[in-house]
């Protein structure tokens, strides 16, 4: 391999573990005699490819280190940005904020990640003694500099100080509350520092992260989706994610425990988690919601928006987002704040930043992510919950809806097609996300557990699909008891149960707003507006849909959920009409619904005949239907055909 493509293999390498970056951060480079190649703004280290390093000018780069800028920090900082970018030489690539630090060292290759135990040490009190009894003159310690020029001069002063004395340059350069440099002239050796930095430091750790189970006091359905309601502000709903871990539990347990992650102890810290934090400990749910509603409020007030951390005894941790991506971004720095803190504790305590510390980059906008820029489509931050959409129906549905910006939990039985789905959907997404949770619609606490793990996934739901349901054709004298209770179990009764699941989660979120809607959208048939020769037991339980359409809609409407059914005409491409062994096309053949027909064939020219428009209805045509029906604020109660014409509301 060429430099470059080790640059990205090692970059790939760390960047794809969480114990060494956090959130895409970190930064890697190498260099020639006149060229930097170092990793350009806005790239992941974990899927970067050589595309994503910027390509300076090392001359350019020297001339920089001798200028003097304006003691102003916000002109030094645009004066010295203005001049980096004016050393790359490569077009539409950003070079980094800390682009000037692997230019000091003089090492082909350069890696800079915040490893959390290695964090465990910088973010300590003890950092300087103990960094000296660990590694000896080895490694150096540089203490806390605001990032950007000032962390880039405390660094190169560091450096020249250690050529002076020891004749070279350091193995690697710790730094205050931001994390480690390391330098080699090969990846091999970059990687076995790090082994030995990581492995030093966990032989001295007295106190290792806690493990096992956490208990929560309240079900997060009953309090996070209020949050999430009090947290947005406009039009923007905000996306939040819920964790609770052993580790979490101890910080939540008392005030004393939380002041250790009260305050930020890293520029990534306050950059993806802003730099004040809410805590709440509180006996009961009801008491829980009353403080969360006072600290959400007075916190917008002091601050202008909307906190992005809240822990709670007894839940855990909260994290709020413009988007799912963001969420989970302030959930992963958070969490590993935790454990930099938790570690902390074996080097003399957590060593937080300063209020001017903490100034300087809580004001430092120009580098905080737009993460509402990456917000799209016509449901964007949405929280859909889509039953049976593991595949067919259900699956183009959900590939419609995250192409539109939606949030998608796929509830199905299998698996296997569940996460294929998955993984599809969010090949698709942006800021947005798909997760799997295998469920039994038919079973209340499989349906409970859904609408829990929607919550914790997403903070919320805004739209339940009840989509999933069975067909087995059959006249009178074939039909079994049992098929017809099957189908009426599936097709009628769950949607009985999944709207009782779903509507509590709507009821708690439009009580803390009085502005928003839920919808709650059966998938029912054509079949359930008129009769089915021979398919008695699907179209009655279709036709029930419709009656428990609208009296939901008369129950649930003064809490502004609306619920209506969508009838589509027929799905001929998808596994329902078509599978091979067991499609409603061999079905009808064998029960003779379709009088003279000798081959699947005569049955789909059948159906595909009764269509004025002559096709059938695709899951991009249902999708279109979701839409409206969602953004529509005065239509509740109804059965919207989309069949082509076959079909006519009277």
């Not at 020639?32 to 000018?57: P, W």
């Not at 939040?240 to 930020?264: D, I, M, Y």
């Not at 730099?275 to 969360?292: C, D, G, H, M, P």
């Not at 409970?448 to 009178?476: C, K, P, Q, Y």
Request: proline share 4%; charged share 20%.
């Amino acid at each position: 391999m060429n430099y470059l493509e080790q640059l990205v293999a090692i970059s790939r390498r760390y960047g794809s573990d969480s114990r060494f970056v956090i959130a895409g951060g970190g930064n890697t480079s190498f260099k020639t005699e006149d060229r930097l190649y170092v990793k350009a703004s806005g790239h992941s280290l974990g899927t970067i490819t050589e595309e994503g390093f910027a390509v300076l000018d090392r001359e350019k780069l020297n001339l920089i280190a001798t200028k003097q800028y304006s003691d102003n920090s916000i002109e030094r900082e645009a004066q010295a940005a203005a001049d980096l970018l004016a050393a790359c030489v490569s077009v539409g690539r950003k070079p980094s904020v800390e682009t000037l630090l692997h230019n000091v060292l003089s090492s082909r290759f350069v890696v800079h990640l915040h490893p959390t135990v290695i964090n465990g040490l910088t973010s300590s009190n003890n950092v300087e003694e103990e960094t000296l009894r660990l590694f000896g003159n080895s490694v150096i310690y540089v203490p806390y500099a605001d990032p950007g020029y000032p962390l880039y001069k405390s660094v190169a002063a560091a450096v020249e100080g250690y050529v002076a004395q020891y004749g070279c340059e350091p193995k690697a350069i710790m730094l205050q509350n931001h994390g480690v440099f390391v330098g080699a002239d090969t990846t091999e050796q970059i990687e076995s520092i790090y082994n030995e930095l990581v492995a030093t430091i966990e032989g001295s750790i007295t106190m290792p992260l806690p493990e096992g189970e956490a208990e929560q006091s309240f079900s997060v359905s009953e309090v996070v989706p209020a949050i999430r309601m009090m947290a947005s502000q406009g039009d923007d709903i905000k996306t939040l994610r819920v964790v609770n871990t052993p580790l979490v539990e101890w910080f939540a347990q008392n005030e004393e425990h939380f002041a250790k992650v009260a305050k930020p102890f890293s520029p990534d810290s306050i950059i993806y988690c802003r730099s004040k934090y809410i805590y709440i400990a509180a006996a009961t749910k009801e008491e829980v919601l009353s403080q969360a509603e006072q600290k959400i409020a007075d916190y917008i007030s002091q601050n202008g928006y909307a906190p992005k951390v809240i822990v709670v005894k007894g839940l855990g941790l909260i994290t709020i987002g413009e988007n799912a991506k963001d969420c989970a971004n302030t959930e992963d720095v958070y969490l590993d704040m935790m454990k930099v803190s938790y570690l902390a504790q074996s080097f003399g305590g957590e060593h937080q930043m300063t209020a001017g510390q903490i100034h300087f980059v809580d004001n430092w906008e120009a580098h905080r992510p737009n993460m509402k820029a990456l917000n799209f489509g016509r449901v964007p931050n949405k929280v859909f919950i889509i039953t049976g959409a593991a595949q067919g129906f259900g699956q183009g549905i959900a590939k419609c809806l995250i192409a539109q910006g939606a949030n998608i939990v796929v509830a199905d039985l299998n698996e296997k097609t569940g996460a294929q789905t998955v993984a599809e959907l969010n090949g698709a997404a942006k800021a947005n996300r798909a997760i799997f949770v295998k469920c039994d619609i038919t079973d209340e606490d499989s349906l409970n557990n859904l609408i829990n793990s929607t919550v914790a996934a997403f903070g919320g739901v805004d739209v339940f699909v009840s989509n999933a349901g069975i067909a087995r054709a059959g006249g009178l004298d074939a039909m079994t008891v049992e098929t017809f209770e099957l189908m009426t179990k599936v097709n009628y009764q769950a949607y009985f149960l999944s709207t009782k699941a779903a509507s509590g989660v709507m009821k708690l979120q439009n009580r803390y707003r009085e502005d928003n809607y839920g919808d709650i959208i059966q998938i029912n048939s054509k079949s359930g507006l008129r009769g089915s020769k021979a398919n008695f037991a699907y179209a009655g339980s279709k036709f029930g849909g419709i009656g428990l359409t609208q009296s939901f809609a008369l129950e649930l409407a003064p809490y502004r959920i609306k619920v209506n059914s969508i009838c589509p005409g027929n799905y001929y491409d998808g596994p329902l009409w078509s599978d091979p062994e067991k499609g409603l096309f061999l079905q009808f053949l064998n029960a003779g619904k379709v009088p003279g027909a000798k081959t699947i064939e005569d049955v789909r020219e059948y159906y595909i005949s009764q269509s004025p428009m002559r096709k059938g209805c695709a899951p991009e045509d249902v999708c279109k239907a979701v839409l409206y029906l969602i953004e529509q604020t005065c239509e509740t109660g109804q059965a919207l055909p989309i069949s082509g014409g076959q079909v006519m509301l009277n």
